[in-house]
């Protein structure tokens, strides 16, 4: 998230920094490493180094860049359960421009840039309330165990994006296309491994 100096500039002086950030990582899309905030400053007509005024540091401009060229709205509509909302944020994580969608190979082979985007952007400071809150809701319709905690549970369920690209990265498949494996490990995580009624049996 940028800085709130960022916010106070005029909007064309905005769009023209994202502008030249565009055009800068999409030019070294093979090697994000050799992208520069000095060569975006420049294309932007701001003085060297004044991107640290506005943005934390570069993946933090990246990841805004990224955020803008979304075509899903970044918040979804109201759910019954938490699978209900894990189900809806699925389908809406795969949902970009053209560009958004160059941005996305990006961070697919940049790992800092990956784990910016489960841990940090995508879970905000509403994130994880937004999932005790569901889970909270579960557990009081009687459908969570009762001694679960919210807190581990809702961690390990923001894990999982990640953990699906490490698999996808592990096994040689495209991680452009996890969905299926993202669903799999989700469904594994909320209904579990073992049968209804083997718990005793197996303790």
């Known amino acids: 998230m940028p800085k709130d100096l960022f916010f106070k500039l005029p909007p064309e002086k905005q ?29 932007a007509d701001i003085a060297i180094g004044s991107i640290y005024k506005y943005f934390y540091d570069k993946n933090d401009l990246f990841m805004y860049l990224f955020n803008q060229h979304k075509s899903a709205p970044a918040s979804q509509p109201e759910s019954d359960t938490c699978f209900d909302y894990a189900g809806k944020e699925i389908l809406a994580s ?11 190979e990006i961070i697919s082979d940049t790992p800092a840039l990956f784990h910016n985007l489960i ?51 592990s096994r040689g498949i495209d991680v452009s296309n996890d969905t299926d ?23």
């Open 119 to 169: 841990f940090k952007d995508a879970a905000g400071d509403d994130y994880t309330p937004r999932i005790n809150a569901y889970l909270q809701k579960d557990q009081a319709r009687g459908y969570l165990r009762d001694a679960l905690d919210k807190d581990v549970a809702a961690y390990l369920y923001s894990s999982l994006e990640y953990i699906a690209y490490q698999y996808c990265l």
């Open 15 to 43: 769009q023209k920094i994202l502008d030249a950030a565009e055009e800068e990582f999409l030019a070294y899309k093979d090697n994000y490493k050799k992208s520069s905030v000095n060569r975006i400053a420049e294309k």
């Open 181 to 203: 494996i993202l669903w799999k490990m989700t469904e594994l995580f909320f209904f579990g491994l073992y049968k209804d009624g083997i718990e005793d049996e197996i303790r």
């Open 94 to 104: 795969k949902h970009f421009t053209p560009t958004g969608e160059s941005l996305l």
